[in-house]
């Protein structure tokens, strides 16, 4: 573990504009840095409004964040897009990009905003799209490929970016089995570089199987954080979810289920 | 371009004849940029000898060398009007391109934030008001079409509600409607034997009567608008994907969008206060610049820039030499505009995801 890529935040609370709701009510947590982390908590409870205050693209109402030891407002905007990256939930993009422009695009933060990506460029986008097994398809139009390829695009995009901290909003969401383990396997590598993966996810059993720390959300709160072991229990994930949950041991594995 | 060189091995040896369709289809696409830009100058060539001058359809190069009077009608008439005819085809194409791209949306067009109606505005009230002096006329369309871009501008960050694009395209619908009322009133107020012809031709859109100064005009705004947009040409993809993400690259959405935008709609005022309102340029252009180039907005926007000024060119050719009396631009760009977009829609080339 690294504290290089550290996520803290204090006090945050945030509201959308012209709208009553607080989405994020007095939040503090840490995420330690170079481990995947587990954002959990029902529908609406600010998990993805969460992700983009730590983006930087929503200014809380009040609070702090620091990332990698420093507060996010003392970043400039290419620093900021240097350090932390997105891979948001379902990107629509009404053009026909093939996979490698739309890749090369994750390269704009070291690019000035009259530059044009050049051959270092290119090589960085393609390893990514090694990394996320799209290489064979490079030229292929984004609009032809299925659900689960677009999403890897999309990661492979945020891989060009070479960030420290990376930030998924469900990325699992349209993924198969196979695909599911290709981005697993991204994910864990990635951590192991030192890069702070913070994702979210419907499915406690991914973030068990995946993650090392995890937090529960309800109602713009965080319940709960620690690491999974000790965060993903019966009795925690009941209280986040308001339904009873199960959870079996299974060797090292554990499985958990509605009761 | 993998399918070209996969399928080198089958080609024909040399010399043989005829080449596929496939073949030809594949050469072209590897000498695109050579063809696009051979395709221009032959275009722009043609033009200065189209004509009804000395006699209908065709000059020939000798005429121009022996005859003192063609030369004068090629320098001060039509080469000032294919220029000009050329800047309007780039202009409105690269436009409807950017705007496209920056609104995420294939179905945009330059006139729309009030650009138009606002510029048909500016031109009745000169014709009403200011009998119709062709500088205060342009003038005051320009003056109009940009405070049509302002007022929508202004009133889509006064909405409350919405994202960015759906505000700035409602505050355009409402800005046009507007500006589309008070012409109303104008044609309504104009005499019918002198001023109303005038509104009406001006509507249309064409290139009758454009001189040097008019080129001069809006050569500036022209030069400028093109110039920005060009240089920040690979910037647009990234213009183009979801705010987030946009800004997770480093990207202001917000700013670089409003600076795209200014710079290209101003270049389009400019060009619709000389030409009037010239439909479909900027709709259909940038569709069949993708078409060739794919997305990418690094080949998409010259060719957008080289495919706009053919298509003006030949559009305003027909214009000018048809018929012995001049037919407005707007009407042969719609006619040739409709016709294309019917053909792609049935070979299934426009590809609008929702």
Redesign the interface.
């Known amino acids: 573990m690294s504290d290089n890529g550290m996520i803290s935040a204090s006090g945050l609370s945030f509201q959308y504009?012209?709208s009553k709701r607080t989405v994020l009510q007095d939040l503090s947590v840490e995420i330690p840095g170079g481990t995947v982390t587990a954002i959990l908590g029902p529908n609406g409870s600010g998990k993805t409004t969460l992700l983009?205050v730590l983006?930087?693209?929503l200014p809380p109402r009040e609070g702090m964040i620091r990332l990698a030891g420093r507060p996010q407002g003392s970043y400039s905007?290419?620093e900021?897009?240097?350090l932390?990256?997105?891979v948001?939930q379902d990107?629509?993009?009404?053009?026909?990009?093939?996979i490698l422009?739309y890749v090369l695009?994750?390269r704009?933060?070291y690019?000035g905003?009259?530059?044009?990506?050049g051959a270092k460029d290119q090589q960085v986008a393609l390893a990514a799209l090694n990394v996320a097994g799209l290489a064979d398809m490079q030229?292929r139009?984004l609009?032809n490929l299925s659900g689960g390829e677009r999403q890897l695009a999309t990661v492979a995009r945020a891989l060009a970016?070479e960030p420290r901290i990376l930030?998924m909003d469900e990325p699992t969401a349209h993924l198969d089995l196979g695909n599911q383990g290709r981005l697993l396997a991204i994910t864990r590598d990635l951590a192991s570089q030192g890069v702070t993966v913070v994702l979210t996810t419907h499915d406690p059993n991914l973030a068990s199987s995946l993650a090392s720390y995890a937090i529960l959300m309800r109602d713009g709160q965080v319940l709960d954080a620690g690491p999974t072991g000790v965060v993903l229990t019966e009795e925690r994930l009941s209280a986040t979810y308001g339904v009873p949950v199960q959870v079996l041991e299974a060797g090292e594995r554990r499985l958990i289920l509605l009761s | 371009?993998?399918s070209a060189r996969s399928r080198e091995g089958q080609r024909l040896p040399p010399g043989s004849w005829p080449l596929s369709r496939q073949s030809v289809a594949d050469l072209i696409r590897e000498h695109q940029w050579l063809l696009l830009g051979l395709a221009f100058v032959l275009v722009f060539l043609l033009s200065i000898f189209v004509g009804r001058y000395p006699a209908p359809y065709w000059m020939s190069p000798s005429t121009l060398w022996e005859d003192q009077m063609a030369r004068q009608l090629v320098l001060n008439l039509r080469l000032p009007r294919i220029l000009t005819a050329c800047m309007l085809g780039m202009t409105m194409a690269a436009c409807g391109t950017v705007l496209q791209?920056i609104f995420?949306?294939?179905l945009v067009e330059p006139g729309l934030l009030g650009v138009s109606q606002g510029a048909a505005f500016g031109a009745a009230f000169s014709i009403l008001f200011l009998s119709g002096a062709a500088l205060a006329q342009e003038a005051l369309a320009t003056v109009f079409a940009l405070l049509g871009l302002g007022l929508s501008y202004f009133l889509a960050r006064r909405v409350?509600?919405g994202g960015w694009i759906l505000r700035l395209i409602l505050s355009g619908i409402a800005v046009s409607a507007l500006f589309a009322a008070g012409v109303g009133v104008l044609k309504y107020l104009a005499d019918p034997l002198t001023q109303l012809p005038d509104i009406v031709f001006w509507m249309m859109g064409g290139l009758w009567g454009v001189t040097w100064t008019d080129f001069w005009y809006i050569l500036l705004p022209v030069i400028v608008g093109l110039t920005i947009v060009y240089?920040?040409r690979?910037?647009l993809?990234?213009l183009?994907?979801?705010?987030?993400?946009g800004?997770?690259?480093?990207?202001?959405p917000g700013r670089?969008r409003a600076l795209v935008l200014v710079a290209s709609v101003t270049a389009t005022a400019a060009v619709v206060a000389v030409a009037g309102v010239v439909g479909w340029i900027g709709l259909l252009i940038p569709h069949v610049a993708?078409r060739f180039t794919?997305?990418?907005a690094?080949r998409a926007l010259p060719a957008s820039l080289l495919l706009g000024g053919i298509f003006a060119l030949l559009c305003d050719d027909i214009a000018r030499t048809l018929l012995a009396g001049e037919i407005p631009l707007g009407i042969i760009t719609s006619l040739f505009g409709a016709i294309l977009f019917m053909a792609m829609m049935l070979s299934k080339n426009i590809?609008?995801?929702?």
Do not use: K
């Open positions: 504009n012209g983009r983006l930087g693209v905007r290419r900021l897009s240097q932390v990256g997105l948001p990107e629509h993009i009404p053009f026909d990009f093939s422009e695009l994750g704009a933060p690019l905003p009259l530059a044009m990506p030229h139009p609009p970016q930030l | 371009m993998t791209m995420r949306n294939p409350r509600y240089l920040m690979w910037r993809n990234l183009s994907l979801d705010d987030d993400t800004f997770s690259l480093g990207a202001a670089e993708r794919g997305a990418d690094r590809r609008v995801q929702r």
